[in-house]
């Protein structure tokens, strides 16, 4: 079973830089590049929205336009993580996010749809003070 585990989320000021970073077990040496992860966010009384995402090899990434530019996802096969680094932070960025993960044969383009991720880290809640 494939358990996500996110960290990193803290307070931070509008303007601040968080890494957020997300740890798989239970996949078996050597196929962690099967996966097509993801970042999600969710703030109360909201469904949760796509951040961003990125192939199985790394090579393909995809975020929603409100982030573009300011953040960036990266994954570690060899260390099964994946992170999220975000810069220019702001207080609509104000969230809990979950990491998601997705065995599929498909190695392009990275998937936007919630709907499509097997398996979800439990969030870390990120806060932007203005």
């Known amino acids: 079973q494939v358990q996500l585990v996110e960290s990193g989320g803290d307070v931070v000021q509008a303007g601040g830089s968080l890494r957020l970073s997300c740890t798989a077990s239970?996949?078996?040496?050597?196929?962690?590049?099967?996966?097509?992860l993801g970042w999600f966010r969710q703030v109360p009384g909201k469904e949760r929205e796509f951040v961003a995402a990125?192939?199985?090899?790394?090579?393909?990434?995809d975020y929603e336009d409100s982030v573009k530019g300011r953040f960036t996802i990266s994954r570690d096969n060899a260390k099964k993580t994946v992170a999220l680094q975000m810069n220019s932070l702001e207080p609509e960025d104000t969230a809990v996010y979950f990491c998601?993960?997705?065995?599929?044969?498909?190695?392009?383009?990275?998937?936007?749809?919630?709907?499509?991720?097997?398996?979800w880290g439990q969030g870390t809640q990120v806060t932007v003070s203005s």
């Open positions: 998601s993960a997705r065995s599929t044969i498909i190695t392009v383009p990275p998937i936007r749809a919630r709907e499509e991720y097997t398996y």
């Open positions: 990125i192939s199985r090899t790394g090579g393909s990434t």
């Open positions: 239970g996949v078996p040496s050597g196929t962690f590049s099967r996966y097509a």
